[in-house]
């Protein structure tokens, strides 16, 4: 499977989404107010709201998402290369949505 270049750059840019999340969280950290807004389901206003410590959760959540799928990927790829592939390639777009929205949440609350 890692003989694929498809899957070595797709494994590479959601690494590199999931490191530049984390460095973006780390670097704006002091500056973060105590409440940004995380929670975009909920209605407009103090729902929306949580600790800003809270804002970890995107990096860890497409860290995880990144780890399962690259080892469903890697145990099917033999039986199944497309579906392989498309959850890689779910995987790349999952992680590249996750700073996406963190760039628009510190885009928001930073001055």
Known sequence: MFKNRFFILATIIS??????MTWIIFLNRQVLPPEIPLFYYHPWGKDQLAPASQIWILPAVS?????????IAWLIYKSDKFLAQALVFGTTILSGMGLFFLLRIINLVTP
């Not at 690494?15 to 530049?20: G, M, N, R, S």
């Not at 860290?63 to 080892?71: E, Q």
């Open 63 to 71: 860290g995880g998402i990144f780890a399962v799928n690259t080892v």
């Open 15 to 20: 690494l590199i989404f999931i490191q530049l």
